[in-house]
């Protein structure tokens, strides 16, 4: 368990609770196509922000998915359509580290000259374009750094916050199912359930209302299915569907069902986009660096939990990812 004392917080995050207490107008922010972290961190920040009597804006470049609906009772997550952002003095980014993740969003940023604070748990690279980062790539989710950052600030999360940070944190630990999973997690769920989180109703809105459709899509992925490196590395590569074929619209489903399988490593889910792109969803359960392969291809995540997007054909994406895949595994 990490505990955050005045002898181990870093400089950096020193600075990034001074420039919470200085600022008043918040602008909070998010990846493009934001997930339970990202969203669930939003919603809890903007919850302390309020307690600190600071004003507060969400706003996304895609909305709040239905099975994070709840979350809207935390704060008003807005969606940018362009124009003028929000007057804010600090612009906040959650669950991301690179400006252009957050898409349309990031040219009125750059124009805006707010100062800029970085919340995140992922891998920096390049130079820092922040003023201040409460960062700790350690951390298992980016809303376990907003509880931390509550207590420094001596701030307790209400109920709405509490949902926030809870969902924040068991969307990127598989409900406490993955390696990152540690003590501080379980520490700080603890902590959300005594502040008014009902587990069960939280796990029946985000994994339990899919539409009927999902099944088939999920069982068109696996069709695709092909093992490689002695099963150690399983491939789906999804074309588009047509009008007699179901959508998949979420990846999770069909990854966690391919790393049950004894024999895999490393799940690489390649989905065709109708804009001509192919997104990349990467999962590792052993040492093997899906980090390090996605940002060979422009994208980026953790060690065992990666996602790039590839600008070419589906054919042409999969023969490179599994080429570029087993030469970085190579026995």
Request: hydrophobic share 45%; aromatic share 6%.
């Amino acid at each position: 368990m990490t505990t955050l004392t005045p002898s181990n917080i870093t400089i950096e995050q020193r600075r990034a609770l001074e420039l919470v207490r200085a600022g008043t107008r918040f602008l909070l922010v998010g990846h493009v196509r934001p997930d339970g972290d990202c969203l669930g961190a939003q919603a809890a920040l903007s919850r302390v922000l309020v307690a600190l009597g600071k004003q507060v804006f969400v706003l996304n470049t895609d909305p709040l998915p239905p099975t994070l609906d709840y979350l809207a009772d935390a704060a008003r997550f807005g969606v940018y359509t362009g124009g003028a952002l929000p007057a804010h003095d600090v612009c906040v980014f959650l669950d991301f580290c690179e400006l252009e993740r957050c898409g349309a969003l990031a040219a009125p940023i750059r124009a805006a000259g707010s100062k800029r604070l970085v919340i995140d748990h992922h891998i920096s690279h390049g130079e820092p374009w922040w003023d201040a980062a409460f960062v700790d790539v350690r951390a298992a989710a980016t809303g376990l750094l907003v509880w931390r950052l509550a207590r420094e600030l001596g701030v307790a999360i209400d109920a709405a916050g509490a949902r926030g940070v809870f969902t924040s944190i068991v969307t990127d630990t598989g409900w406490f199912k993955y390696s990152n999973t540690d003590a501080e997690t379980y520490l700080a769920s603890s902590e959300m359930v005594a502040a008014g989180v009902v587990p069960a109703e939280l796990y029946r809105s985000i994994y339990q209302r899919a539409s009927r459709e999902e099944p088939r899509g999920i069982a068109r992925a696996l069709e695709r299915l092909e093992y490689f490196d002695g099963g150690r590395i399983a491939v789906v590569d999804l074309p588009l569907a047509s009008h007699s074929d179901a959508d998949l619209g979420d990846t999770d489903a069909v990854l966690d069902l391919l790393r049950a399988v004894g024999t895999v490593e490393v799940v690489l889910f390649l989905r065709e986009s109708r804009d001509g792109t192919c997104k990349l969803s990467a999962r590792s359960k052993t040492a093997r660096d899906v980090n390090a392969l996605a940002r060979r291809f422009g994208g980026g995540g953790h060690a065992k939990a990666s996602g790039a997007t590839l600008s070419m054909g589906l054919a042409e994406a999969k023969q490179r990812l599994v080429a570029a895949a087993l030469e970085a595994w190579a026995s």
